[in-house]
Nanobody, 123 residues
Framework: VQLQASGGGLVQAGGSLRLTCADP????????VGWFRQSPGKEREFVGG????????IYADSVKGRFTISRDNYGNTVYLQMNSLKPEDTAIYFC?????????????????WGRGTLVTVSS
């Protein structure tokens, strides 16, 4: 397993969760990191990404203004802060290391993935 996502759980609509992506093999280095999610019966969806220094972030329209990505390069950890959660945010969330320094919504630009963490938002 290249990356380890954690922090998922059950939360009521309107609540918050913070997901953590750990990088024990130090694949982050000079690369961007992205978050994706997949719900049952749906294709994997881009959530957001952060550049290698953390100065640039991009988000899917569906989470913009509610989710925030940050990173701690010293600890090789990336975070996904999720606020104002909605039932439609229910999914397995994955983090991935990009091949480049800046994030993209294209999953093909990511080369290292980890096991996801389940987020369930009840109405």
């Amino acid at each position: 397993v290249q990356l380890q996502a954690s922090g998922g759980g059950l939360v009521q609509a309107g609540g918050s969760l913070r997901l953590t992506c750990a990088d024990p093999r130090r694949t982050f280095s000079n690369n961007a990191v992205g978050w994706f999610r997949q719900s049952p019966g749906k294709e994997r969806e881009f959530v957001g990404g952060i550049s290698w220094r953390g100065g640039n972030t991009i988000y899917a329209d569906s989470v913009k203004g509610r989710f925030t990505i940050s990173r701690d390069n010293y600890g090789n950890t990336v975070y996904l802060q999720m606020n104002s959660l909605k039932p439609e945010d229910t999914a397995i969330y994955f983090c991935a290391t990009s091949r480049t320094a800046f994030p993209s919504s294209d999953a093909a630009t990511y080369r290292y993935w980890g096991r996801g963490t389940l987020v369930t938002v009840s109405s």
